[in-house]
């Protein structure tokens, strides 16, 4: 063999022991690995914002949230979306507006370029819907301003177009939150205004071109008149559902979802609900939050407050998630395939944890499915009632490593039997751990269970298609229905081939819907990434 071959294949295995020695000491204690995830600027921004109008925004806190921001800001005088991207106008805002609070001089020249951009991109008259509602909270908007979004829409049952199921959950959270703070229309006064973000050209509501967003538009017009006079007995029973339903999707760790967006605005409606800030429910959620936070002094670049360049100042930056369950999974799967062996303390320590991050009960996705037994996992440490089938997946096959060498077929179990086509006789997988084997088996059932119809498989909830809510006048930061996509229908398919079911009805309805979604091109498209795969 050339030596050339030899010294290759050497590096090779020393830079895979190098990465699998690094990833090992990365793991806590606990048995779970989390990397960061990190977003815009819009988290920190709004955080910022909430602690204002919650009255609890400390100096300290500002300037190392003001640090990150101004990081972040693009020799443009702009903020994007995701690295790389174009300069966005809400988030540009938003940022803009967080430095002022700051106090960053609106004449300072890195403001002065921000605030150029946004005025040439419309001024804060185009911002999207969320930055408006931002705005009206501290008077800077006007509420008659910001679309439809009552309460009373929590009423509506499961069956009838635009009741909140109809949402992906992590909008459904966001909209019944955001619609008990609009009920109350409040105001926090401020020391400045932003009229310097403004264009020359009158407001006016976005033109809807399908018939259908037409509709919905003329809707908007006839719930904004009611949101003025609202039936007292009607809109009293529907603040009171939604506080209910807010209160009920607390999780462990303070926050709603895990995520950022329902997390700031249950707070806000739970307090202007009358929720002190002593309550424990708004405890939790506060300190939760400064549990999502990450204390930094490796800033690429710190500017003061003054525009002056100076050394990376302390920072500090909001996830506007976390991401344990997902990274423990991929760790395990990676180390495994590096040649860990599945008795390792590490790779121990790490199923015992996922084991234990289990869902049990029933969450959202009950409503689709009323007659499904709970299994699975979240994304997160603490999301009980969105479990999802992505990480449910990977969760398996990181599992099935534990297994160790096939020691000859065994009986698949009750919970498997019950699926079509997997009745006849035995199928050739690893026996495991008695724990294991009937966690595989409640996630089998339950990613069977949350299968669509047409084959696909959606992140959180089945059925979830009703495209009608992309047309709301309200909704205009994304995509706000949770469809099947292939990335979750791959890994779907991909759990039930390495139980040695890929012969079963729903791997094949799987695999047929993935080859119809196909792209001309070859690829298909990443719902939950960036590029196409």
């Keep these: 063999m050339a030596s050339s071959i030899v010294e290759a294949r050497n590096e090779a295995q020393i830079a895979l022991e190098r990465a699998r020695e690094h990833l090992l000491s ?15 600027v819009t988290m920190d921004a709004e955080d910022m914002l909430l602690r204002e109008f919650l009255g609890i925004r400390r100096l300290d806190q500002t300037e190392r949230s003001a640090a990150w921001i101004r990081s972040q800001q693009r020799a443009d005088g702009t903020w994007a979306n995701f690295h790389g991207g174009p300069g966005e106008l809400s988030t540009t805002i938003e940022a803009y507006w967080a430095l002022r609070l700051a106090g960053d001089p609106a004449d300072s020249e890195h403001m002065r370029a921000a605030a150029s951009f946004i005025r040439e991109s419309g001024g804060v008259e185009h911002a999207r819907v969320f930055t408006h509602v931002w705005m009206a909270l501290f008077g800077l908007w006007s509420w008659d301003r910001v679309p439809a979004l009552p309460p009373e829409a929590l009423l509506l049952p499961a069956w009838m177009p635009l009741n909140v199921y109809d949402f992906a959950c992590w909008a459904r959270q966001t909209i019944v939150a955001l619609s008990l703070v609009k009920a109350h229309r409040p105001r926090r006064e401020l020391p400045f205004t932003l009229d310097e973000l403004h264009s020359s050209e009158l407001w006016s509501r976005a033109e809807r071109v399908s018939r259908r967003g037409a509709w919905l538009a003329r809707l908007d017009r006839v719930l904004r008149a009611y949101e003025r006079r609202p039936l ?18 607390q999780e462990g760790d303070g926050s709603w979802g895990g995520i950022q967006p329902p997390w700031v605005y249950s707070l806000m409606a739970l307090h202007l609900c009358g929720y002190p800030l002593e309550h424990p429910v708004m405890r939790r959620g506060l300190e939760g939050l400064d549990r999502f936070m990450v204390e930094d002094r490796d ?11 100076s050394h990376p100042p302390a920072s500090r930056r909001l996830e506007a998630c976390q991401s344990p369950v997902w990274d423990t999974a991929l760790a395990m799967v990676a180390l495994s395939d590096a040649g860990l062996p599945s008795e390792h303390p590490a790779m121990t320590r790490a199923a015992e ?3 234990g991050e289990e869902v049990t009960t029933r969450g959202d996705w009950s409503v689709a499915r009323p007659r499904l037994d709970p299994g699975g996992w979240a994304f997160e440490f603490a999301n009980v009632n969105y479990p999802d089938v992505d990480d449910t997946a990977e969760v398996v096959l ?20 019950t699926m079509g086509g997997a009745r006849n006789g035995k199928v050739s997988r690893p026996a495991v751990g008695q724990r294991i084997e009937g966690a595989i088996a409640r996630a089998l059932r339950w990613v069977e269970g949350m299968q669509s119809s047409g084959g696909g498989w959606g992140a959180f909830d089945a059925e979830n298609t009703r495209s009608l809510v ?3 006048p309200f909704l205009d930061f994304g995509e706000v229905i949770d469809e099947p996509s292939a990335d979750v229908t791959a890994h779907a398919v991909e759990m039930f081939a390495a139980l040695g079911l890929a ?5 094949r309805r799987g695999i047929a819907w ?16 960036v590029n196409p795969i």
């Design 514 to 529: 993935l080859i119809d979604q196909q792209d001309p091109g070859g690829s298909w498209f990443g719902r939950w990434g």
């Design 353 to 355: 944890w996922l084991l």
């Design 470 to 472: 992309r047309e709301l």
């Design 503 to 507: 012969g079963a009805p729903a791997a």
């Design 26 to 40: 990365l793991q806590d204690e606990a048995g779970w690995w989390q990397g960061e995830l990190q977003t815009n």
């Design 299 to 309: 800033d690429a670049r710190g500017a003061a407050a003054d525009g002056s360049e």
């Design 398 to 417: 990181a599992l099935l490593r534990m297994t160790g060498p096939v020691a000859g077929e065994v009986e698949i179990d009750a919970a498997v039997q």
């Design 232 to 249: 007292r007995v009607v809109r009293r029973f529907a603040l009171a559902r939604a506080e209910r339903w807010i209160l009920r999707r």
